[in-house]
């Protein structure tokens, strides 16, 4: 070959070696153009790129690492001219790091020609069918169709960036995603429905007025979208009323349905809470939920349990229950703890027994409780007032200890559980009544099934926790008919000999037996133990009426003759009742409302006149009432307070009765809601004492001007209490015994109104609460009530100069001031 051909071949091989630099070297330049200058190579599919490296950093070598979704991306760096493989990163979404050296050179032309699904491993250009583990991944990744880089960092850090970059797909489409035009939408549509532009519903939320957009709301709110759908007018502006959610969480709501983001301070979360219950916004209802659990302590607990009872959340109902089962007793020792209504038990066991500390006694008692309310028309209120006595016997059955003491013996209620229920059995008021009964016969099941009370709708009955504090003392936290209450049982040894049988109760075997012998004769008891009974000074005498002794509702009346120390029976009433009050005007006695032992609030009334010894109806009040106050002012009866129909409430209601036309009027309703008030009249003023508003005690006074029909608040007891009885004397009221919410109480306050300013008294002989007060003479007498055991029939007397309390005929002395 000679020295032109060989000149010849070097051009020819020059020129085709120049022509493949400068084919390689367009084709980087192509792809680099294409895909960005960060140095990320992917399938052409279009993305954004983030992180805090330049194209040259990526080139010079460093690792980085790359997160995607939904595809892959690779993103790898080249150390030095010599293309030595270097370690690149990468994250699938849902699926775990994997790392691999790969050369910089082999991966741009196989991602160029083998497109999205291609992977390249360790060996140049090896198809990923020889790396099962890598096929796998590939299989899942080759169904996508959008490639987001997510994240892209030096580890030396750097500037960070973000790049975009468009592709343009051979079939001639243009696809392009911009990430922040969702964000910067919403923004400028929540603006907008601040500034009220362009909105169709108007939400009127406790008076506050709150505009927005009707889709919006509709796509986060399955509530709001049965609204508008079911809009008459579904052009216009919709109006949407809301009276009990608060303002400030509907505002956060709808922040939320514009921005995804929900911010509320955290006193506010409940009411978000609420306002999303409401909306049917099922995530932020979960999220405030489980807010609240964390925050939750002993302190907050019973607060919380009604907060998620009240909204129906089985879910965090659960939660807050289990956390009370295990911090029971620091639960116990907090206020709102001590402000729930309490159902207190004690039950006769043997000696060589103990009580079972698990949850199955209780749940018998719950059963108890059922059968009390359902069967005997018991009030959950009245069970509360009164220390129930049961029997657990040697079989583990639980039964009424009352009726075990009297002799009964007829039970009933399943084996299964090991409960045995007693039919509490009607003492007869009187012989004559005895007798017709006898001649009568029983009632036939369709009488009685007429006279059961009728069963409202289902509510919720659960044992929560309980735990043992004391050797025969146990503490419960249950829900009985949807309330959440205390149940506090207390055991002890049953008796060896049971009382003679008497027409009241027994009395409690807690007591220790009194001396037979006593050098002071006591004041005649009642023939009936009483309790919830009117009491009043008529003529000189006593009269004792109505009332409950644990078996019934009485309507017998009785009258005390202090010159005689005896009682008698008068004309009996109408109806049976308990839970009133009584009050003398014109000479004629009055009784108005309460309730009839059957689960019913009574509106009538009765009038006794004692020339003709019988009892006459009067007119109606306009509502039921039970535990309402009554007094005669200024010729006119009034009627204060009392229970709603669910006995769970008080009322602010006042009624005037005029007995001269026989109506009824309103009359200014009272500053505090109240049942089981104290009512009476001194010096031409009405004043309402103490009383309940729910469960919670008061120890606030109101007095009443007729002149000008208006209440005013006074100074307030000493000692909160409901069911407590009032007489004055002196120009001073006297308020004797009742009920603290744990205990019936003996203390006795006095209020000089002239100092407006009340003192304590000596004490009770005995606890009563819902007992009756008069005043015969100097002497005050206080009679029967409920001391925390048992039902009293007894009687005691106030000696103003020892202030002391006796029951003794010996004591009987006027009351000087």
Known sequence: MNRDSTRMCVYVLWVHMTVWLYQKVKEKQRIMGKWGEAGVVGPPTGGYVTGSVSAAQL???????VTIRPFFLFCQSKRGADRERTCFSYRAEQTSTVRRAVPLYDFWPVARHHGPGTLLHQRRRQQPENDIALQRMVSKWRVETELKVLDCRDASAGIPFKKRFTKMIPNGYLIFEDESFLDSTVAKMNALRKSGQFCDVRLQVCGHELMAHRAVLACCSPYLFEIFNSDIEPHGVSHVTF?????????????????????????????????????????VK???????????????AISFRNFASSMGDARVLAKVDAFIQDHLLEVSE????????????????????????????????????????????????????????????????????GLVIDGHSEVFGGEEDHLQFVQKKPVRESAQRQMSCSSSGSLSPSNQAANAPKQTGRREWKYIASEKTTNHTYLCLAVL????????????????????????????????????????????PMHYARSGLGAVALNGRLIAAGGYNREECLRTVECYDPKEDRWTFIAPMRTPRARFQMAVLMGQLYVIGGSNGHSDELSCGEMY???????????????????????????????????????QKGLKNCDAFDPVIKTWSNCASLNIRRHQAAVCELDGFMYVIGGAESWNCLNTVERYNPENNTWTLIAPMNVARRGAAVTFHAGKLFVIGGFDGSHALRCVEVYDPTRNEWRMLGSMTSSRSNAGVAMLGETIYAVGGFDGNEFLNTVEVYNPETNEWNDCTTSLAPLSD
């Open 243 to 283: 009276e009990d959610l608060d303002p400030e969480a509907v505002e956060i709501l709808l922040n939320y349905a514009y921005t995804a983001q929900l911010k509320a301070d955290k006193e506010l979360v409940k009411e978000v809470y609420s306002a999303a219950k409401r909306f049917k916004m099922e995530r």
């Open 609 to 647: 006149d004692p020339q003709a010894d019988e009892w006459a109806q009067v007119p109606e009040l306009r509502t039921n009432r039970c535990n309402a106050g009554v007094c005669s002012l200024n010729n006119k009866l009034y009627v204060v307070g009392g229970s709603d129909p669910c006995g």
């Open 286 to 300: 979960q999220i405030c939920g489980d807010y609240l659990l964390s925050k939750i302590d002993s302190q907050s």
């Open 334 to 401: 907090q206020e709102d703890f001590l402000k729930l209504p309490r159902l207190k038990l004690e039950v006769m066991l043997e000696d060589h027994l103990t009580l079972p500390s698990n949850g199955k006694l209780y749940s018998k008692v719950l059963s108890w409780v059922q059968r009390s309310l359902w069967e005997n028309g018991d009030h959950l209120d009245r069970l509360m007032e009164e220390v129930q006595t049961l029997y657990y016997s040697p079989d583990h059955k639980l039964v009424d200890g």
């Open 481 to 524: 008919d949807g309330v959440l209450c205390v149940i506090f049982l207390h055991g002890r040894s049953s008796p060896q000999t049971s009382p003679s049988a008497t027409p009241c109760l027994m009395k409690s075997l807690s007591f220790e037996a009194q001396p037979e012998e006593l050098e002071e004769q006591p004041l005649s």
């Open 59 to 65: 080139l010079s070598g460093g690792r980085f690492t």
